[in-house]
Nanobody
Framework: QPHVAESGGGSVQNGESLTLSCEVTGSTATSVCMGWFRQAPGKEREAVAAIYTFTGSTFYADSVEGRFTISQDKAKNITYLQMDGLKPEDTAMYYC???????????????????WGQGTQVTVSS
C-alpha cells in the first residue's frame, strides 16, 4: 500500500519561491501519474501539475504554467513542485497524489488518483 507524504510548505512574500516535496513509500511501481493539487478555503480542489513517472512528461494548469515546475527523483521516489513567482492567489493547502499504474490521461481530475497525502500549507503574503 503506497504512502504519500508532502513537505516543504511555508509562508513567503509575493514573488518569492518555494519547493514542495512528495515522497512515496511502500511502492515500486514505475509507471504512474503523480499529481499536485491545491485547495483554498471555500474553494474546490484544483489540479496544479502532474508528471508521468515513466517518461517524465509534465502537465500544468494554465494558472501556474511558466511559474511552477514539476520534476522527479526516480531513485528516491520523490516528486517535486518548484514554485517561483508566487502570488497571494497561490495560497492554499497543497496535496500530492499518486495514481494506480497507468498514464496521466485525465491528470487534472481527482478521480485519477488513488492515494493522497495529508497536504502542506502554502501562504503567500502581498
Amino acid at each position: 500500500q503506497p504512502h504519500v507524504a508532502e513537505s516543504g510548505g511555508g509562508s513567503v512574500q509575493n514573488g518569492e519561491s518555494l519547493t514542495l516535496s512528495c515522497e512515496v513509500t511502500g511502492s515500486t511501481a514505475t509507471s504512474v501519474c503523480m499529481g499536485w493539487f491545491r485547495q483554498a478555503p471555500g474553494k474546490e480542489r484544483e489540479a496544479v501539475a502532474a508528471i508521468y513517472t515513466f517518461t517524465g512528461s509534465t502537465f500544468y494548469a494554465d494558472s501556474v504554467e511558466g511559474r511552477f515546475t514539476i520534476s522527479q527523483d526516480k531513485a528516491k521516489n520523490i516528486t517535486y513542485l518548484q514554485m517561483d513567482g508566487l502570488k497571494p492567489e497561490d495560497t492554499a493547502m497543497y496535496y500530492c497524489a499518486r495514481s494506480s499504474p497507468g498514464s496521466c490521461n485525465y491528470w487534472a481530475t481527482t478521480n485519477r488518483y488513488r492515494w493522497w497525502g495529508q497536504g502542506t500549507q502554502v501562504t503567500v503574503s502581498s
